[in-house]
């Protein structure tokens, strides 16, 4: 049974190119979560949705960032434009349940780095 | 504001010995709270949880102990194993956001055969 596929595994960009991240839930499951992980930070929450709606942005750095998720089985995370300090790495994670409430299981990761 | 702390970025262990990670929340409201696994190159895996009403949660080689009063918890690995040998996060939620983890800064374990 797949787990969850994130897209590119590695990402190399320039300033001020546009980012596109990708995510495959597994299958069955509502709920979405996108995560960053830098050094400063550790792992935090930038977004999630239940039923494909997003219930909490709040970690959502800035306007340059936005996540859609136009059914169950996809969403996408976008930087526009990119700044070296969003290198860090991206993680996708997905639950089922009500809000989000059981177990998250996360993806590989995309390892960002803008030069 | 760092919600979920844990103070001690790295931990070594002989195998066979036991492992004790640690957590501190300032957050009251939190009432759940899990440990999460994460091997190089690889996404987090969920390890335990704990709910707020209960002191102690066992499964296989793994507790986790939590301490309301002192706002602590922590997870216990006994024996440890070479393959225990990871990053672990300590983690936190809120029943009126239950999709909204907020994690530690995580804890590197190496346990040495």
């Known amino acids: 049974d797949a787990g969850v596929i994130q897209s590119p595994r590695h990402e190399v960009t320039e300033m001020g190119q546009e980012v596109t991240l990708r995510c495959k839930p597994i299958?069955?499951?509502?709920?979405l979560f996108w995560y960053r992980q830098t050094m400063m930070r550790g792992l935090e929450l930038l977004i999630y949705?239940?039923?494909?709606?997003?219930?909490?942005d709040s970690g959502m750095p800035e306007d340059r960032f936005s996540a859609k998720m136009p059914n169950a089985s996809f969403s996408t995370l976008k930087i526009q434009p990119s700044e070296p300090r969003d290198s860090a790495v991206y993680f996708c994670a997905s639950s089922s349940g009500q809000g989000g409430s059981d177990t998250q299981y996360f993806g590989p990761g995309t390892r960002l780095t803008v030069l | 504001d760092q919600q979920v702390k844990q103070n001690s970025p790295s931990l070594s262990v002989q195998e066979g010995r036991i492992s004790i990670l640690n957590c501190d929340y300032t957050n009251s409201m939190f009432d759940y709270f899990l440990w999460y696994k994460k091997y190089p190159a690889e996404g987090p895996t969920f390890l335990i949880s704990i709910s707020s009403i209960k002191d102690k949660n066992e499964d296989g080689r793994f507790t986790v102990f939590l301490n309301k009063s002192a706002k602590h918890l922590s997870l216990h690995i006994v024996p440890s194993q070479p393959g225990d040998s990871a990053v672990y996060f300590c983690a936190a939620r809120r029943s009126s956001n239950t999709g909204k983890l907020i994690f530690g800064q995580g804890t590197t374990l190496q346990v040495k055969p």
């Open positions: 299958s069955g499951h509502n709920s």
């Open positions: 949705f239940n039923n494909n709606v997003p219930i909490d």
